[in-house]
């Protein structure tokens, strides 16, 4: 799939949900490691409240379906990583803006956008055990991917990979913020549940990219 309509954003927010729900159990017994272990519930509803909205929406914008999507994310879990999540929609989305037809291009600067606005909202940056680990390295690979002339589906299968090496590499990592940085070197050697949740978003979207039509 060389480019994706609204439809197949719509179908995208609808497998994000799925996703969500069948590793709900398993981001919460990562989570209850270091954290409230809470992430697995938020994550559902969060994808859940996505869903519906983008189940309704109306328009042919794929920039202003991810920012109100984004929108719906925060008012249903207002939590730290639902408001993460939520922003990095809502960014994803702006730099989309006016777009119909997402191509190779659009998944760089959406990724690139998507982890730049948690950066900003979550005052971290790589390297400290988070999400970004994951989301960093995905639109890094991603833009250089699209760079190179790649289409939609090398683009996002660079991203996934260098997502899931990004995931790994939390498992050295000495978590810096949240509750886990109580921790210190305990921290160490426990794979991050936020860049977990990352390099899942990363992988349901180069899924359906990469799926036979």
Request: hydrophobic letters at 45%; glycine letters at 10%; proline letters at 2%.
């Amino acid at each position: 799939m060389e480019q994706c309509t609204i439809q197949d954003f719509k179908g995208l927010f609808s497998e994000l949900k799925q996703m969500a729900l069948e590793n709900r159990d398993h981001l919460i017994e990562l989570d209850s490691a270091m954290g409230d272990g809470d992430l697995g519930l938020t994550m559902a509803a969060v994808f859940t409240a996505a869903d519906e909205f983008a189940a309704a929406f109306g328009d042919e914008d794929i920039g202003t379906l991810c920012m109100k999507a984004g929108m719906a994310m925060a008012k249903a879990a207002p939590s730290t990583m639902g408001t993460l999540m939520a922003t990095g929609f809502m960014r994803g989305g702006k730099a989309l803006k006016g777009t119909t037809v997402f191509a190779a291009q659009d998944a760089a600067a959406f990724l690139t956008a998507f982890v730049e606005g948690i950066m900003d909202r979550g005052k971290a940056k790589p390297g400290e055990k988070t999400i970004i680990d994951a989301l960093y390295p995905a639109a890094e690979a991603a833009q250089a991917a699209a760079g190179a002339g790649d289409a939609l589906p090398a683009v996002m299968r660079a991203a996934d990979e260098a997502a899931q090496k990004g995931l790994e590499a939390t498992l050295d990592m000495v978590a810096q913020h949240g509750r886990a940085a109580y921790y210190q070197e305990k921290s160490r050697t426990i794979q991050d549940p936020g860049a977990t949740i990352g390099r899942l978003v990363v992988g349901v979207i180069s899924d359906y990219v990469n799926r036979e039509v």
